[in-house]
């Protein structure tokens, strides 16, 4: 089975590249982040043409969540149980789906802006609130991973110069600590291989030739309990889907997984 998680920065934008990118990798299940679109607006028709069906929670603004799958869908959770609002509005940041005996969920933490900024604080309330809601899955038998967007890098060498991020979001012990109390709930970080260069970045901001100097971070993380991570035979970056006109800022996530 092939799973993967990708930031797709407007699902709408990026539709072609989508669909020629699920034809070529063989991907089975793909876990998307930052949608942009409402659910209505959902290409379901496109994807279904492919033999895909999804479980989509959206509603229009920055955030939406996916789960596309090739291999069926059951159980569909939309949102986060226990999850934080955020200005009096429970964002679509998650969402859950089994497909074929592997149980995923897809999620887009909150970004956090800036140490300090409410939505700092917000971000850490919604990871320990995500903590809680998969912890019996997390604990069971079956395959499971927590996959997508964390907007937190696990370790200084998770960015391309530490240094360059004295005092911002993203690398604070906060967060660091949020992620180690996720993992800590029986989850282990799945970490990719690279497909160039010695550390396998995620996120490369479009501004300054981020890409081109390879100024990136590791971001987009997949993380596995026992079953899913003993089942795992190879997990890499495709940076190849970063290049070029109408690339989405993420690069997927990819992993095989031996069920």
């Keep these: 089975m092939r799973i993967a998680t990708w930031n797709i920065n407007s699902i709408t934008a990026r539709l072609p590249r989508l669909l020629a990118w699920l034809e070529s990798s063989g991907t089975d299940v793909l876990c998307l982040q930052e949608l ?6 959902f290409p379901t028709e496109q994807l279904r043409a492919l033999g895909y069906e999804a479980a989509v929670h959206a509603d229009g603004r920055w955030n939406g969540v996916a789960v596309v799958s090739r291999i069926g869908i059951s159980e569909p959770v939309t949102g986060l149980p226990g999850g934080p609002d955020y200005d009096g509005l429970n964002e679509p940041r998650a969402v859950a789906a089994t497909c074929d005996g592997v149980r995923v969920w897809s999620v887009y933490v909150p ?5 300090g900024h409410p939505h700092y604080a917000y971000k850490l309330r919604w990871l320990a609130a995500l903590r809680e809601a998969v912890r019996a899955d997390a604990a069971a038998g079956r395959p499971f991973a927590v996959l997508g967007d964390f907007n937190i890098a696990p370790a200084d060498e998770d960015v ?5 991020f004295e005092g911002a979001t993203h690398v604070t012990a906060a967060e660091r600590e949020a992620l180690a109390s996720l ?9 990719p ?3 160039k260069y010695d550390h396998p970045f995620t996120y490369w901001d479009y501004r300054q030739l981020g890409f081109p100097k390879n100024r ?6 997949v993380l596995g309990n026992a079953a899913f991570a003993g089942g795992v035979k190879d997990a890499y970056v495709d940076r190849e889907e970063r290049k070029g006109k109408g690339a989405s800022d993420h690069a997927p996530v990819v992993v095989d997984l031996e069920v």
């Design 216 to 221: 990136g971070m590791r971001i987009d993380l």
């Design 111 to 115: 970004n956090g802006r800036e140490v």
């Design 193 to 195: 291989r690279p497909l």
């Design 160 to 164: 391309w110069d530490i240094s360059a």
């Design 36 to 41: 942009k679109c409402a659910a209505e607006a």
């Design 183 to 191: 993992r800590g709930a029986g989850l282990s970080d799945v970490r």
